[in-house]
């Protein structure tokens, strides 16, 4: 099946008519996952799942027999422990895939290179050894990872999933950026399943994740293992795609930070508030969070400078584009990109109120 015909209808719908017919004809899948492996309320819901709808899912269950991360965050014993681990299998057979989140789901950007390993090499051993099959899906620990650690995962997986680092409020699917960092979107924008969806779960009760599902069952995705998803998603990039969602976020009164990219993509950022002392910021998602709009001059460091404050002084990345009562507007000089995230902070003056304006192109 070629999704030549359906991506091109996305593009037109999204460029020019948001909401149209035309993206119902685009092919939707969701990936359910669940982390951890909770011998409870999770086992319940996740067989429930299976037995109810027979739709394929993924559990990434941790392995440490000990059982004593999942017991302290979730009050309830672990799947990895002796006299619960026939679940993991049971799920298995059930027809789910059965991936590793490591052994004692420590955070792996902490860890030395040895140590990474043996979370990675045991874990995946001891499930294989329990299902009787590959393991080839990895969820990182908190989402956690760095170069290394994803360069460490590549030698014993396949794929693998982080976590959303997203804004709950920007409603913007966080994106795949390759088979190594492909992340969940955040069920805010469920209403919005346009592109190839992960979902992430824990320990949530089956009437939750119903409620989640049936607008989806109605939408007619496709759900996927986390595996098949990988696959599929990855033969996009041969397509090149180019899929671009308008944004906008108005009336915003006080300071927000909201995350615009994590995608092998490009953001173009317009910012309209009703008074130049309005102060922005435009930051790299790396830990150091850089402010790339910050402005130098001589011994004086403006962090997130006022709008009046780039007129006077310039800036290298934001151009005032319009500057007079009632609106002022400042615009990304060029489009920045996405991939590695991009967030952009916007503070509107005491008393006003402001708004962003983002085209945001992903390339899957
Ligand atoms: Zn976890």
């Given at each position: 099946?070629?999704?030549?015909?359906?991506?091109?209808?996305?593009?037109?719908?999204?460029?020019?008519?948001?909401?149209?017919?035309?993206?119902?004809?685009?092919?939707?899948?969701?990936?359910?996952?669940?982390?951890?492996?909770?011998?409870?309320?999770?086992?319940?819901?996740?067989?429930?799942?299976?037995?109810?709808?027979?739709?394929?899912?993924?559990?990434?269950?941790?392995?440490?027999?000990?059982?004593?991360?999942?017991?302290?965050?979730?009050?309830?014993?672990?799947?990895?422990?002796?006299?619960?681990?026939?679940?993991?299998?049971?799920?298995?057979?059930?027809?789910?895939?059965?991936?590793?989140?490591?052994?004692t789901h420590r955070d792996l950007t902490?860890?030395?290179?040895?140590?990474?390993?043996?979370?990675?090499?045991?874990?995946?051993?001891?499930?294989?050894?329990?299902?009787?099959?590959?393991?080839?899906?990895?969820?990182?620990?908190?989402?956690?990872?760095?170069p290394q650690v994803?360069?460490?995962?590549?030698?014993?997986?396949?794929?693998?999933?982080?976590?959303?680092?997203?804004?709950?409020?920007?409603?913007?699917?966080?994106?795949?950026?390759?088979?190594?960092?492909?992340?969940?979107?955040?069920?805010?924008?469920?209403?919005?399943?346009?592109?190839?969806?992960?979902?992430?779960?824990?320990?949530?009760?089956?009437?939750?994740?119903?409620?989640?599902?049936?607008?989806?069952?109605?939408?007619?995705?496709?759900?996927?293992?986390?595996?098949?998803?990988?696959?599929?998603?990855?033969?996009?990039?041969?397509?090149?795609?180019?899929?671009?969602?308008?944004?906008?976020?108005?009336?915003?009164?006080?300071?927000?930070?909201?995350?615009?990219?994590?995608?092998?993509?490009?953001?173009?950022?317009?910012?309209?508030?009703?008074?130049?002392?309005?102060?922005?910021?435009?930051?790299?998602?790396?830990?150091?969070?850089?402010?790339?709009?910050?402005?130098?001059?001589?011994?004086?460091?403006?962090?997130?400078?006022?709008?009046?404050?780039?007129?006077?002084?310039?800036?290298?990345?934001?151009?005032?584009?319009?500057?007079?009562?009632?609106?002022?507007?400042?615009?990304?000089?060029?489009?920045?990109?996405?991939?590695?995230?991009?967030?952009?902070?916007?503070?509107?003056?005491?008393?006003?109120?402001?708004?962003?304006?983002?085209?945001?192109?992903?390339?899957?």
């Open positions: 099946m070629s999704f030549l015909p359906e991506v091109e209808a996305l593009r037109k719908a999204l460029r020019e008519e948001p909401g149209s017919e035309a993206l119902r004809s685009v092919p939707k899948y969701v990936a359910l996952t669940f982390d951890d492996g909770i011998a409870g309320t999770q086992y319940s819901t996740v067989t429930r799942l299976l037995s109810k709808y027979r739709i394929p899912l993924t559990l990434f269950p941790q392995t440490d027999p000990t059982g004593r991360q999942v017991r302290e965050v979730y009050r309830e014993p672990a799947m990895a422990e002796p006299e619960h681990r026939e679940k993991i299998r049971e799920i298995h057979r059930m027809g789910a895939e059965i991936g590793s989140h490591s052994v902490k860890l030395s290179e040895e140590e990474v390993d043996s979370e990675l090499a045991q874990s995946r051993a001891s499930l294989e050894e329990l299902v009787g099959g590959p393991v080839r899906s990895f969820a990182y620990p908190y989402g956690a990872y760095t994803v360069r460490a995962v590549r030698r014993y997986y396949d794929q693998a999933r982080s976590v959303g680092a997203y804004e709950m409020d920007s409603k913007i699917p966080v994106r795949p950026h390759n088979r190594f960092t492909l992340a969940p979107a955040p069920l805010s924008s469920l209403h919005l399943p346009l592109l190839p969806t992960i979902l992430l779960y824990h320990n949530e009760d089956l009437d939750r994740v119903e409620a989640d599902l049936k607008p989806l069952f109605a939408e007619g995705v496709e759900f996927l293992t986390f595996w098949d998803f990988a696959r599929k998603v990855s033969r996009f990039p041969h397509l090149g795609v180019e899929v671009i969602f308008p944004l906008t976020m108005a009336g915003l009164t006080s300071r927000r930070k909201l995350l615009l990219g994590v995608f092998p993509g490009e953001v173009e950022v317009t910012v309209v508030a009703q008074s130049p002392e309005t102060r922005v910021g435009v930051y790299t998602a790396s830990p150091e969070a850089q402010d790339l709009g910050t402005i130098l001059t001589g011994e004086e460091v403006v962090k997130e400078p006022s709008i009046s404050q780039i007129r006077e002084l310039g800036s290298d990345i934001w151009e005032v584009e319009r500057w007079s009562s009632p609106l002022f507007t400042l615009r990304l000089r060029r489009p920045l990109p996405g991939a590695g995230g991009l967030s952009v902070v916007v503070d509107p003056a005491q008393g006003t109120k402001a708004s962003v304006k983002a085209l945001i192109r992903v390339r899957l």
